[in-house]
């Protein structure tokens, strides 16, 4: 299947895509970053808005159409929800380790199942109530690592902008399933960009003009927040590509994607040399066997 391939690939570039913005986010000012990253992306696929409108792109994967307001407003939408999830998720992983952060995020396909369930009718069978319960689980299990580095799950703020990250996160997959019904995978990713790169830079004028503290941070230059665009465009594209074919499943493409954690993880543990990994590596052993559950229910 297609799209399943595709899912598992966009979970490797995700997990590449996840290390680099923790780097790019090291002692950096949280706002430039995520500014930078939405003009980068915009750049990378506003192209082929101006090469469809020329003529030069006349077909295929790479075609945009042009559509009516309505679908504008639509997309404009879906910009807002992911500017959202990213906002929250920017600051929460600066704080925050990445062998914290990304199993929380991990559980996002949970959140998505159970929206699925109440939007579209589906059902949960045994092996994905199993998977519901042990991603669950694993975030308690979890939080025991989080104390042993003075990490409080019930009070740090960091880790409730890492769940509303996630919560948002889960509203747009589930808004993209409803889109993609409809459009083409480069109408959405093209258009989605350059209204979000609009709302973060309204954001970023505003903060510098009447927060101090905003101003007062700095900001540090790094490759690696080009290549947060770049692994995030090549990501979203595959993405996007399986939920448009007829057969995809919504929960089962996030849950592959929440597959990333593996590749971060190992990141954190070899590049950037966390703490509590042994502990850690449990935690998420139990996500990746309650994911393995929501697939085994899925297929």
Known sequence: MMWVALAFISAALLGCYDFFKKVSLKDNSVIAVLFLNTLFSTLLFSPFIILSRMGVITGGDLYVPTVDLNTHLLLFLKAAIVL??????????????????????ATRPVIVLVGAMVMFGETLNPYQWI???????????????????????TSNKWVAFIALAAIFGAVSSLYDRFLMRSLEPV?????????????????????????????????????????????????????????????????????????????????????????????????????ILGLFFLYLGSI
Not at 131 to 153: D, H, P, Q, T
């Open 131 to 153: 998977g519901v319960v042990l991603a669950i689980l694993s975030v308690f299990l979890l939080s025991r690592s989080g104390r042993r580095e003075g990490i409080c799950f």
């Open 187 to 287: 109408l959405v990713q093209s258009w989605f960009n350059i209204y979000q790169c609009l709302l973060m830079g309204i954001i970023a004028l505003f903060l510098n003009a009447f927060s101090p503290a905003q101003r007062a941070r700095k900001f540090k230059w790094r490759w690696s927040i080009l290549l947060i665009s770049l692994f995030l465009g090549a990501a979203d594209f595959c993405y996007y590509s399986a939920l448009a074919q007829d057969e995809a499943l919504i929960a089962v493409v996030s849950m592959i994607r929440r597959g990333s954690v593996v590749v971060s993880f190992v990141f954190g543990a070899l590049l950037l040399h966390e703490k509590n990994l042994k502990s850690k590596a449990i935690d998420l052993a139990l996500i």
């Open 84 to 105: 959202a999830s990213w906002l929250f998720g920017y600051v929460g992983i600066k704080h925050l380790p990445i062998t914290i952060v990304s199993p929380i995020q």
